[in-house]
């Protein structure tokens, strides 16, 4: 599965992005696509997330009720839609797309990964 962001940018605080994931290849073979972030000297960490089966998703406690994920299945995209933006918000979005391989075995696939920056 390869993967293509765009969206990112520079925003003030309090203002909107919208970031796009574009998935090519083994498409049918994607469990879950997801936003990570990563912002300098901290670990990546899970933004958002939704489930193939079900459309179910869920969100990181600092993003819940400002960010939401959706994914068009038919188009094998997938976008965040970020408002009420805060300094905190700035980081390097990835995204991601886990596969079910035919041995059970899950393998993570990701983006090149766009920058936000939320300016004070």
């Known amino acids: 599965v390869q993967l293509v962001e765009s969206g990112g940018g520079l925003v003030q605080a309090g203002g909107s992005l919208r970031l796009s994931c574009a998935a090519s290849?083994?498409?049918?073979?994607?469990?879950?696509m997801g936003w990570y972030r990563q912002a300098p000297g901290k670990q990546r960490e899970l933004v958002a997330r939704?489930?193939?089966?079900?459309?179910?998703?869920s969100y990181a406690d600092s993003v819940k009720g400002r960010f939401t994920i959706s994914r068009d299945k038919a188009k094998n995209t997938m976008s965040l839609q970020m408002n009420s933006l805060k300094p905190e918000d700035t980081a390097v979005y990835y995204c991601?797309?886990?596969?079910?391989?035919?041995?059970?075995?899950?393998?993570?696939?990701w983006g090149q990964g766009t920058q936000v920056t939320v300016s004070s």
């Open positions: 991601n797309a886990r596969e079910i391989l035919t041995s059970g075995a899950f393998r993570d696939n």
């Open positions: 939704i489930i193939s089966s079900g459309g179910i998703t």
């Open positions: 290849g083994r498409t049918f073979s994607i469990n879950a």
